[in-house]
T-cell receptor, first 114, second 108 residues
Framework: DAGVIQSPRHEVTEMGQEVTLRCKPI?????LFWYRQTMMRGLELLIY????????DSGMPEDRFSAKMPNASFSTLKIQPSEPRDSAVYFC????????????FGPGTRLLVL | GIQVEQSPPDLILQEGANSTLRCNFS?????LQWFHQNPWGQLINLFY???GTKQNGRLSATTVATERYSLLYISSSQTTDSGVYFC??????????FGKGTTLSVSS
């Protein structure tokens, strides 16, 4: 398998613009996670899905953030409008089951909002 | 929620030296993962180790679940081992909670 695929790898945008990050999980994995990494807060969960259904979005910072998983092989994380404080590395991860299996991480999307 | 603490926060080694990284967690867990974040930012799975000991080449890990800690051993360190090492445990059984990491610098 190609592993978890994320696009774009780098994104530079201006404040107020819409940003869409994409993720393709490993085939057959039932769980998909979005994490964000910043210097101040480290790695933290934003939202996760089980069988395409959002289960816990308590980590989503505010209404400007939204995530969808229309099918088992694709998920998006959207920020609208973007702000400079959203600058971070966004990781997508997937796993076969809940806590009893390894989570595999994609390469991340490095977002810079000017 | 569960707390994850890693030590030391920073480690500087000469090539060839051995090191031990520690991860303490505040509650019982059924999963623990060690990751290496390389200088390019990629998170690489090292071990899935809820208990016991595993080895992979120069790296090995031990988790003592009853005492709520895990250790990562790096032997004969190489410059390519540089980066940040994270341990992570599941919160409420699913999403991972990460420690702040140990930053390792290996010089030749």
């Amino acid at each position: 398998d190609a592993g978890v695929i994320q696009s774009p790898r780098h994104e530079v945008t201006e404040m107020g613009q819409e940003v869409t990050l994409r993720c393709k999980p490993i085939s057959g994995h039932d769980y998909l996670f979005w994490y964000r990494q910043t210097m101040m807060r480290g790695l933290e969960l934003l939202i996760y899905f089980n069988n395409n259904v959002p289960i816990d979005d308590s980590g989503m910072p505010e209404d400007r953030f939204s995530a969808k998983m229309p099918n088992a092989s694709f998920s998006t994380l959207k920020i609208q409008p973007s702000e400079p404080r959203d600058s971070a590395v966004y990781f997508c991860a997937s796993s076969l089951s809940a806590s009893g299996s390894t989570q595999y991480f994609g390469p991340g999307t490095r977002l810079l909002v000017l | 929620g569960i707390q994850v603490e890693q030590s030391p926060p920073d480690l500087i080694l000469q090539e060839g030296a051995n090191s031990t990284l520690r991860c303490n967690f505040s509650d019982s867990v059924n999963n623990l993962q060690w990751f290496h974040q390389n200088p390019w930012g990629q998170l690489i799975n090292l071990f899935y180790i809820p208990s016991g000991t595993k080895q992979n080449g120069r790296l090995s890990a031990t988790t003592v679940a009853t005492e709520r800690y895990s250790l990562l051993y790096i032997s004969s360190s190489q410059t390519t081992d540089s980066g940040v090492y994270f341990c992570a445990v599941p919160q409420a059984g699913t999403a991972l909670i990460f420690g702040k990491g140990t930053t390792l610098s290996v010089s030749s």
